[in-house]
């Protein structure tokens, strides 16, 4: 799959925002940001400005594609629910396009990933693709043919990491206890390991570090 014109892409997670312009199935230009911790308000105005100041380096870019955790409603543009930004119906499709004038694609952050991959990764030449993304949360998604399987509201890659696996009792910021969120995403690890990042805690583990491989 090769997409001719330049369209930009933005990976909107609960600790970076990730964007980039590509055509071609070539790499043009990419960057990333923190997320703000603040308001939805907060967080629309850095999406505007990045998008904006990226909008001036490529002003031919034909559309914007924006991946967002959470329950996404894909026909209105609105993520429904997203625990690690704690949004509840937030327009961001409406509001990004009022912004930029470019119309904007939503979509569930994990089943875009594995679309990505299906397309251009490790899924190629592969009927379906099942993949697991692990960052700020845990999420994941489903891939059939190069097209991804999934509800209108984009619940199935939300129940990746909302899933209770054990019976600890340790609270989840979505309300319920033991998700496989509270175990196995970057959020868990950085809090088991407040001194280190995560990708140090991973090299670490690779290394044969047995206190990090027991994250």
């Not at 199935?25 to 100041?53: E, I």
């Not at 592969?126 to 700020?136: F, I």
């Not at 969120?181 to 047995?210: H, L, N, Q």
């Amino acid at each position: 799959m090769v997409i001719k014109m330049k369209v930009m892409g933005i990976d909107l997670g609960g600790t970076q925002i990730k964007y980039g312009v590509v055509q071609d199935g070539r790499m043009l230009y990419q960057s990333q940001c923190k997320t703000p911790k603040g308001t939805y308000a907060d967080v629309l105005s850095t999406l505007c400005k990045v998008t904006n100041d990226t909008l001036e380096k490529y002003p031919d870019i034909a559309y914007i594609g924006l991946a967002a955790p959470g329950i996404i409603e894909i026909k209105t543009g609105v993520v429904c629910y997203s625990n690690n930004l704690n949004w509840n119906d937030a327009p961001i499709g409406s509001d990004l396009h009022r912004a930029t004038g470019k119309t904007i694609y939503l979509g569930n952050d994990a089943q875009c990933a594995t679309l990505g991959e299906s397309l251009f990764g490790a899924g190629q030449r592969v009927d379906r693709v099942a993949m697991l993304t692990l960052g700020t949360g845990v999420g994941g998604g489903f891939v059939k043919k190069g097209k991804i399987e999934t509800d209108l509201y984009g619940a199935m890659a939300y129940v990746f990491g909302h899933q209770s696996i054990f019976d600890k009792q340790i609270a989840c910021n979505c309300g319920r206890k033991d998700c496989l969120e509270v175990y196995a995403s970057a959020t868990a690890i950085s809090k088991k390991a407040p001194t280190k990042t995560v990708k140090e805690v991973f090299d670490a583990a690779r290394s044969g570090d047995a206190d990090c491989k027991k994250m």
